[in-house]
Every structure is written in C-alpha cells, then in structure tokens.
C-alpha cells in the first residue's frame, strides 16, 4: 500500500517552454501533497504544499506563477514549470500524506528529473 | 531557523556489519521524527518513524534510537547488505498540524561486500 506514482520520470525541454509533471497517489486518498525540489549530493527542500481544493501554500523564495500546481483530485497533483530556464533544471519528488492514529506518514514517487536546455 | 543536520556525510561499512546513522535536530518542540533511504534517482523510501514519546523503536534489521536531552537521533541497520547503500535522511516533523517535514543534510552509506 501506500504508492505514490510520479509521470514523466526524465523530461528535456528547451528554454523557454513549459513542463507539467504529475504525481499520483494510487492505493489512497491524499488530502495533502507536496513538492521539493533536490539539487546534486543536497537534501530536499520543500516547495509547496498542494491541498485539495484549494490553492497551493508555496514555501518562501518559491516563485508560485513560476512553479503552478493544481491539486484537482484526491489523488492526482499536477505541477507546472513554466517558461523553464536551464537554472530550473533539478529533480523534482513529491510525495502524499496519508496515515492512522493522527500521523500522517509521507509517501514519496519516483521524481522527475527536470533537464532545461 | 531551525534545521535538522547530520555529523557524518558518509559512512562506509563492511557487508555484514551493523551500521549507524546519526542525526541532530535543533526543534526541541518537534514531535515526530522519520528516516528516509533514497537510492540513486529515485524518490525516498520510508525505513522507520518514532514519535517523540519514545525513546526506541525497532523494526525489520532497522532500530531508531532518540535522545530528546541532546536532541540526538540515529539509525542502526544491523548485518548490513549491499541493498542497504544509500542516502539516508532523517526527517523531523515539528506541527502534526500542517504536516510539513524538516529534513537533514544526509548520510551517504556504502556497504563494502
């Protein structure tokens, strides 16, 4: 159980156009999702926490017209790199929430590593 | 502001072995905590998790050890395999309420066959 899916897994893009990546909770609901961002030998840092229904809270210094996401279903988040430049190339996780008891355990998937030419 | 670090970038150990991963945490408030593998290109796996009204918990060849005096947690892997090389990260969670993980720098580990 507790399968977090994450479409596409490597995407080249030029300069200048936009990429969407998806991330899926597959065996559950997911309330809650989020984004990070991790960059060569570093830790992950969050991005943006996406909710259902409602709109994503970006974490500071995160640009939210660069990096759109859109939570349209329980298990489906969607983010948006938009006008991608070859400083947003990176690996991109996310991951869903979901648990018992009052903790919610975070799920991730696989990434997407982002390369902007 | 408040960070979560790791005294040992890498650590290397011979198959078989146990190994252990060490982590600091700054939050004395924090509530929750969680070690993650993360394999080459892939997404972090969860490994173990305690809470903080505990001081141990053990699971499959993993045990999670937590000191909130020195504000200290590690993880030991016992009769280490090469399955077991990997980035390690320690996550704390400081508000159940907004669910929002605190990770630290990471722990490569390299399991010598």
């Known amino acids: 159980g507790a399968v977090v899916s994450q479409h596409p897994s490597w995407v080249i893009c030029k300069s200048g156009t936009s990429v969407k990546i998806e991330c899926r909770s597959l065996d559950f609901q997911a309330t809650t999702m989020f984004w990070y961002r991790q960059f060569p030998k570093q830790s992950l840092m969050l991005m943006a926490t996406?909710?259902?229904?409602?709109?994503?809270?970006?974490e500071q210094g995160v640009e939210k017209d660069k990096f759109l996401i859109n939570h349209a279903s329980l298990t489906l988040s969607t983010l948006t790199v938009t006008s991608a430049h070859p400083e947003d190339s990176s690996f991109y996780i996310c991951?869903?929430?979901?648990?018992?008891?009052?903790?919610?355990?975070?799920?991730f998937g696989a990434g997407t590593r982002l390369s902007v030419l | 502001g408040e960070n979560v670090g790791l005294h040992l970038p890498t650590l290397s150990v011979q198959e078989g072995d146990n190994s252990i991963i060490n982590c600091a945490y700054s939050?004395?408030?924090?509530?929750?905590f969680i070690w993650y593998k993360q394999e080459s290109g892939k997404g972090p796996q969860f490994i173990i998790d305690i809470r903080s009204n505990m001081d141990k918990r053990q699971g499959q060849r993993v045990t999670v050890l937590l000191n909130k005096t020195v504000k200290h947690l590690s993880l030991q892997i016992a009769a280490t395999q090469p399955g077991d090389s990997a980035v390690y990260f320690c996550?704390?969670?400081?508000?159940?309420?907004?669910?929002?993980?605190?990770f630290g720098t990471g722990t490569r580990l390299t399991i010598i066959p």
């Open positions: 991951s869903a929430s979901t648990g018992t008891g009052g903790i919610n355990i975070q799920y």
């Open positions: 996550a704390e969670l400081a508000d159940f309420g907004n669910e929002k993980l605190t």
């Open positions: 939050n004395s408030a924090s509530d929750y």
């Open positions: 996406s909710n259902e229904g409602s709109k994503a809270t970006y």
